[in-house]
């Protein structure tokens, strides 16, 4: 009897908005088409997105990973990942002769604008951060001689201006929204003439997945986050989580990664992914906790997510012109290469 009340009471609270944000679903859109349109390999500098199914399953395509354009064959095509570039990877491409398509994404090339805008200005610009993740590099190197990287609340202490009248913050996408507001909180108590950025760094898919594991955290004895472990937004979807009130959480690129422990005396399991994650993951954790009586699932979305981004400019430009020709008869239609994302509930 007992038995019976804990397995009818058990039950998945399941995260939305989760999952690829617009920024990724353009960069693997991006790889998928350049791969149909020009044929393979296709080059790619880093992991186009930080999951490992999708590099794996893009490798399977055709596309070949690199970490500089250095190690691209002269004259190839290569894809740039979508945390963005300093501008100096730009000339090293151009120096070899590549033919370059920019996967970065538009809010992470805002920030790179608002950066050059405030150098320009003469500020120092803090940038808040995780030391060595791509993203930081590349917005970094958009104006080196200004930029100071800020780690966390803890690193405040030995940030240094030279004027502190002049002086603004700005940060990566995908950081903890309440550790980044503790980190401006004492970088202000520092340098009280702090400016903001103009708008949100944090991106809207960040904030959002963030607010909505949350509300499933709060009512978890165990969360699952589907994400790989260089994903920075899907780490800090844990650790929300566990801030939250979740009495466990982990990461997972797999459910086969899932220790059936974790489930011992649990009754609600909430599941959410990183913004790099294709569904089909998040399926795989579903149907591996319904094997063991978590079959019941209610979605959690305190909010919906609507926006999408058009492929990079380099790529539209020949995808039009590869359609203008195979309209007019001159050339035949590219075959179609299947899709790197599962459905969504
Ligand atoms: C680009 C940017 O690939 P991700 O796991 O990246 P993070 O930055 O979280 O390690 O997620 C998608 C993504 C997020 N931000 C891609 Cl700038
Ligand atoms: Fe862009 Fe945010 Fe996704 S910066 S790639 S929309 S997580």
């Not at 992991?47 to 004259?75: R, S, W």
């Not at 320009?120 to 940038?127: F, Q, R, S």
């Not at 004895?221 to 260089?230: A, E, P, Q």
Request: net charge negative; with cysteine.
């Amino acid at each position: 009897m007992g038995d019976m009340t804990a397995t009818s009471a058990r039950r998945v609270l399941l995260a939305a908005p989760r999952g690829y944000c617009a920024g990724v679903d353009r960069a693997v859109i991006a790889v998928e088409k350049a791969l149909e349109q020009y044929g393979a390999p296709i080059y790619v500098r880093k992991e186009i997105v930080h999951n490992k199914y999708v590099v794996q399953t893009l490798e399977k395509k055709g596309a070949i990973f690199v970490d500089e354009t250095e190690e691209v064959p002269e004259g190839s095509i290569v894809i740039f990942s979508a945390h963005g570039v300093a501008p100096v990877v730009h000339e090293e491409a151009a120096a070899r002769k590549l033919a370059t398509i920019d996967a970065t994404c538009p809010l992470v090339t805002k920030v790179h604008k608002e950066a050059v805008r405030f150098a320009k200005e003469d500020y120092d610009i803090l940038l808040i951060g995780h030391e060595g993740h791509e993203e930081v590099i590349g917005t970094s190197g958009e104006a080196p001689e200004h930029i100071t990287l800020v780690d966390g609340p803890d690193d405040v202490k030995n940030v240094e201006v030279r004027d502190e009248s002049k002086v603004v913050w700005l940060s990566q996408t995908t950081l903890s929204v309440d550790e980044t507001m503790e980190t401006v909180d004492a970088l202000k108590e520092r340098f009280p003439q702090l400016i903001s950025p103009p708008s949100d760094d944090i991106c809207y898919a960040t904030q959002n997945r963030q607010t909505a594991i949350k509300q499933v955290a709060a009512e978890s004895d165990l969360v699952i986050v589907v994400g790989s472990k260089n994903s920075s937004n899907s780490v800090r979807l844990v650790e929300v989580a566990l801030g939250a009130g979740a009495k466990a959480g982990h990461l997972v690129d797999y459910a086969s990664e899932i220790d059936e422990a974790w489930l011992e005396g649990v009754t609600t399991v909430g599941v959410t992914s990183g913004a790099s994650v294709p569904d089909v993951l998040v399926e795989g954790v579903l149907e591996w906790l319904s094997e063991r009586g978590f079959g019941d699932v209610e979605v959690v979305q305190p909010m919906q997510e609507s926006l999408t981004f058009s492929l990079p400019k380099e790529l539209r430009r020949d995808l039009r012109a590869e359609a203008a020709a195979v309209s007019s008869g001159e050339r035949e239609a590219p075959a179609a290469a299947g899709r790197t994302e599962g459905p969504q509930r």
